[in-house]
């Protein structure tokens, strides 16, 4: 006997199962691309989420330094009333 099948069935059926191999190797890549894109886009939200903090701590700390330099400048006269707040 031969080793190659007699029947063409069998024939058909070895060249599915090579192109399922070929399929499921395929769709184990896209899922692995899926994954990765899926750590990347994490990663750039946690940075962006740092970024959007360092924003909200510097307008804490402008708000404070306003504050002070209000009251500095109302203490050494530096500034007019405002027309509003004399009436």
């Given amino acids: 006997m031969s080793a190659e099948p007699e029947s063409a069935v069998l024939r058909f059926l070895r060249r599915l199962d090579e192109k399922m191999d070929r399929v499921i190797e395929d769709v184990g890549d896209?899922?692995?691309?899926?994954?990765?894109?899926?750590?990347?886009t994490s990663r750039a939200q946690a940075e962006l989420a740092a970024i959007h903090s360092d924003f909200?701590?510097?307008?804490?700390?402008?708000?404070?330094?306003?504050?002070r330099l209000d009251r500095i400048e109302r203490r050494l006269d530096l500034i007019e009333p405002s027309p509003i707040a004399a009436q």
């Fill in 30 to 40: 896209l899922r692995r691309g899926i994954t990765s894109f899926e750590d990347r």
């Fill in 56 to 67: 909200a701590g510097q307008s804490a700390r402008i708000d404070r330094i306003e504050g």
